[in-house]
């Protein structure tokens, strides 16, 4: 099975984990901007965090075999605070480097007027800068997140296949389908989406415009969900065309709108260094 997880945060995850996710067919992996779990405090830690996200990261995931690339933006749940805006002004000289993919995660996190001003400002960005666009969609009143956020995409102009909404559900799926916008769904261990309910899901939609990933973060959650998806289709008839199509063809196809994506092997392990240094310490 070829993987590609189209959302994982890779900066909160071990090297154990890299090692099994090429072991479970993992070769490509796109991780949005977030939240680190508190608050930051000054956009100046913003800088070093892209920066990680197009420096140490897609190196430390090459020692591995794994392709890594980055969606940038304002995270949702920091929009609000007035300590980061300004990580708004820094964002047009990120977006254009190479490893950047899409603009991400955007959207609306407790639905504020601060969090839409941002999410609106950074859809003009994706438009400037010719990007996809990775949308979350909150975990509290989710249905009317979803709802708000097509509005705003539409009000934007911004072509639909463009767009993929993020942490759908049963409850959200249909709306996000009809307006035409790529289907992302979020598969975790305990919460929230499981893979059993996500084939169910795939049996009534199909696979096309459709995106599973693992979201894997601080958070309890397992980076070879993707995989579990796959199994769980293959055990319902799925042919493994079709699951390949969604594990791989699809991310490959709607963040390769962005022009930039490398999806090759990676250099050998052996290439060097980082900035003087390597996971491979002690070896
Ligand atoms: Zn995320």
Redesign the pocket.
Known sequence: MRIFDP?I?MSSRTTDDYEHMREAGIRAVVE?A?WMGQPRTSPATFIDYFDSLLGWEPYRASQFGVRHHCALALNPKEAEDPRCRDVLDLLPRYLVKDGVVAVG?VGYDSMTAAEEEAFQRQLDLAREFDLPVLV?TPHRDKIAGTRRSIDVLREAGLPPERVVIDHLNELTVAMVVEAGHWAGF?IYPETKMDERRMVALLLEYGVERMMVNS?A?WGRSDPLKTREVGLAMLASGFSSHDVEALLWHNPAAFYGQSGRLQLDEPEAPAAGDFAGNTVMRGA
Do not use: K, L, N
């Open positions: 959302h945060h949005p977030f995660e979350h979020s979201a973060d």
